[in-house]
């Protein structure tokens, strides 16, 4: 499976970004896809993960501005993110599991200042 993301920006405080994540390959149709993300010196994390039956889940710190959504008919993964700080600075992540496999895409840089 290959991964690959799009759609990270400079932004000021208070923006809006969408990021997307293509993937390709042998995909199975139960997994779980997610978005993560890593700050300078700090460790991964995972933002919001969206499984094949549709439950989805966000770190306390994004809800409400974040939003994850999937196309399946098309292997997208997206990542609606609103009201951006500064602290969600990082590079995102897309990642695949589906139990057996796990892949990552090659991040994309977002960065919120003013």
């Known amino acids: 499976v290959q991964l690959v993301e799009s759609g990270g920006d400079f932004v000021q405080p208070g923006g809006s970004l969408r990021l997307s994540c293509a993937a390709s390959?042998?995909?199975?149709?139960?997994?779980?896809m997610g978005w993560y993300r890593q700050a300078p010196g700090k460790q991964r994390e995972l933002v919001a993960s969206?499984?094949?039956?549709?439950?989805?889940s966000y770190i306390d710190s994004v809800k409400g501005r974040f939003t994850i959504s999937r196309d399946n008919a098309k292997n997208m993964l997206y990542l609606q993110m609103s009201a951006l700080k500064p602290e969600d600075t990082a590079v995102y992540y897309c990642?695949?599991?589906?139990?057996?496999?796990?892949?990552w895409g090659q991040g994309t840089q977002v960065t919120v200042s003013s």
């Open positions: 969206r499984n094949y039956g549709g439950s989805t």
């Open positions: 390959g042998s995909i199975r149709s139960i997994n779980v």
């Open positions: 990642r695949y599991f589906d139990f057996v496999r796990e892949y």
